[in-house]
């Protein structure tokens, strides 16, 4: 929970980390992100800036993120007017989610000027902006959001405007606030205590407010506060916003039994007393941790939206394929009566008449030659009534056959359909995302844009690699190319090959150095592995098959990724966090 007490942690990391230092590089990964390369006491740190509408925050990153070819306009603006400067300064005014990054910066001519760069931490309305100090003014000279006239009147953010905080709704600085100051201010709001004590102050979040309350032995959603009672808050209170005036702070991570991420803060919450908690030294590593693979997860979903909806649309297609063969089949499964009825008209055509609408006859094909009633054409001959039906067999026969090419044409799309959607999850960076687009364009779900690129695009790092708790090396392919590419020519033929036995997954290569025997620890984590990347990944008595790549062939036409195994072995996973953790990445 990024309020303004961790933020007052974020910062006060950054003054020790950075403070005075001066900005060698900057990069903008993402659309809303901005890391800069500071260099301070001969050691280069980097400053991770998002204006995420899910998940913006300011952290000191060692995530390794892409760096684009040709760099946004903001990020050449940047680039333009603070690369060199010096940090000056880095504050939280009014206690509020807001960094000031104050830079001391110098031109070619060398006059020296005082920019600001600010972030604004305010959910889908987060932006980051560069200022330059003007007497006792900021004036905006750009953001990486410009906000026009139309969608905010109250405070535009363009070049050349004036810059004006964010308007605070009358709410104290728990920085600056004594007992009375609090009671006045807590008595002033309405509804539940818990709500008045974040509406009364800036940068409370409702979690720190419910902690208050619980600490403070006061029921958090009472409308009623007695004197004994408003003491006791303001303790707890004053104790809460002492972690800020001391800076004593210590990050704490929670996460469920079985590893599940749910929250953190700047120290112990008692709120937070049945979930696991780990200490963490620095409040970066607790929200990178926190964060990296939510925001990593969020932003490819951003950039893969038109692929999941073309999929969801293929798929609803395609199912709608299946039930239409299905039905064929169904109804073709009289073909055979037809045919029984064109053989018994003939067999028994002198005992019919033209005219007759039915003939009764015994059906001499049946094991007990049971009587049949078989409908007739009154306006045809016998014969003309046989040849009727045997072209009915002849046609339904045709469907059968046809329907049943068919349905296992569109069993293989719909496995093909469901792996590309599970592979959707797993993407990691720009590159999975440009070769995903590529191998549907091929297999011609996508229309070939043209600033898509024509040549095959070479992934960096095409698959993602653990390490077994006995250090072999285990690979993992993010979509049907890679795990075609994976198993079919980077794994050698005594290299464990794992998979979920019934649905979409992803290729598990488990590399064998020679003369070396699998142990039971091993085959568990590469099933591990293998169940965790597939569609059984939020299941319990997940099914793996597991075999060596020798014994794995690859069908001529089939599908990228789809290939036959025999040899095999099973063994029954429970995909967890936890047990993922375990594993190096």
């Not at 920085?175 to 008045?196: C, H, T, W, Y």
Request: charged residues 30%.
């Amino acid at each position: 929970m990024l309020d303004g007490i961790v933020l007052a942690n974020i910062i006060s990391e950054l003054r020790k980390e950075i403070l005075g230092g001066r900005i060698e590089k900057i990069y903008q990964p993402e659309k809303e992100e901005l890391m800069l390369v500071i260099r301070n006491n001969r050691k280069n740190k980097k400053l991770l800036l998002s204006s995420n509408s899910q998940y913006p925050r300011i952290v000191l990153s060692d995530q390794v993120k892409n760096q684009v070819d040709t760099p946004p306009m903001f990020c050449m603006f940047l680039r333009k007017h603070i690369s060199g400067a010096k940090i000056l300064n880095i504050s939280q005014p009014n206690f509020e989610r807001i960094v000031n990054i104050e830079l001391e910066v110098k031109d070619d001519l060398g006059d020296i000027s005082t920019k600001i760069l600010i972030l604004e931490i305010m959910g889908r309305h987060s932006n980051l902006i560069l200022t330059i100090k003007e007497e006792d003014k900021l004036r905006v000279l750009d953001s990486i959001k410009h906000i026009s006239y139309d969608k905010s009147k109250v405070r535009p953010i363009l070049p050349n405007y004036e810059y004006v905080y964010p308007p605070n709704q009358n709410k104290l600085n728990p920085l600056d606030v004594n007992k009375e100051q609090f009671a006045i201010a807590v008595s002033s709001q309405e509804g539940p205590i818990f709500k008045r004590i974040y509406q009364a102050f800036s940068g409370l979040s409702p979690l720190i407010a419910s902690e208050i309350c619980l600490k403070a032995e006061v029921d958090s959603n009472s409308s009623f506060i007695s004197l004994e009672e408003m003491d006791k808050l303001h303790e707890v209170f004053d104790n809460v916003i002492n972690h800020v005036k001391l800076d004593t702070f210590l990050p704490v991570f929670y996460e469920t039994a079985d590893g599940t991420p749910v929250d953190y803060y700047s120290f112990e919450l008692t709120i937070m007393s049945e979930y696991n908690k780990l200490y963490i030294g620095s409040i970066s590593e607790v929200i990178e941790k926190f964060t990296h693979g939510k925001n990593q997860k969020y932003t490819i979903s951003q950039k893969t939206s038109d692929i999941k909806k073309l999929i969801l649309n293929f798929l609803d297609r395609t199912i709608r394929k299946q039930a239409i063969q299905n039905e064929a089949l169904k109804q073709s499964e009289d073909s055979e009566n037809y045919k029984i009825y064109g053989e018994l008209i003939t067999a028994y055509s002198y005992n019919i008449k033209k005219g007759d609408k039915s003939f009764v006859a015994n059906n001499y094909y049946s094991e007990n030659q049971d009587e049949v009633l078989i409908p007739l054409d009154p306006a045809k001959t016998p014969i003309e009534n046989a040849q009727n039906y045997f072209k009915k067999y002849t046609k339904l026969k045709r469907t059968f056959v046809a329907a049943k090419e068919q349905l296992e044409i569109i069993k293989e799309d719909l496995a093909y359909l469901q792996s590309v959607l599970m592979s959707l999850d797993i993407l990691e960076n720009e590159s999975d995302i440009v070769e995903l687009r590529q191998e549907l364009i091929e297999m011609g779900y996508l229309k070939r844009k043209q600033k898509d690129p024509k040549k095959k695009v070479k992934n960096q790092a095409p698959y993602m690699k653990f390490r077994t708790s006995s250090g072999l090396d285990m690979y993992v392919g993010k979509n049907n190319y890679q795990n075609d590419e994976l198993t079919m020519k980077f794994a050698k033929a005594n290299d464990m090959w794992f998979h979920i036995k019934a649905g979409p997954g992803s290729h598990v290569i488990v590399k064998v150095p020679n003369g070396y025997e699998l142990t039971k620890e091993d085959l568990y984590e590469g099933s591990m592995i293998a169940a965790y990347f597939s569609s059984g990944k939020n299941s319990s008595h997940v099914e793996i098959d597991y075999t060596t790549r020798k014994n794995i062939k690859k069908v001529p036409g089939a599908k990228p990724g789809m290939v036959l195994y025999y040899n095999f072995k099973s063994v029954t996973v429970t995909p967890t966090q936890k047990e993922m953790e375990k594993l190096v990445k």
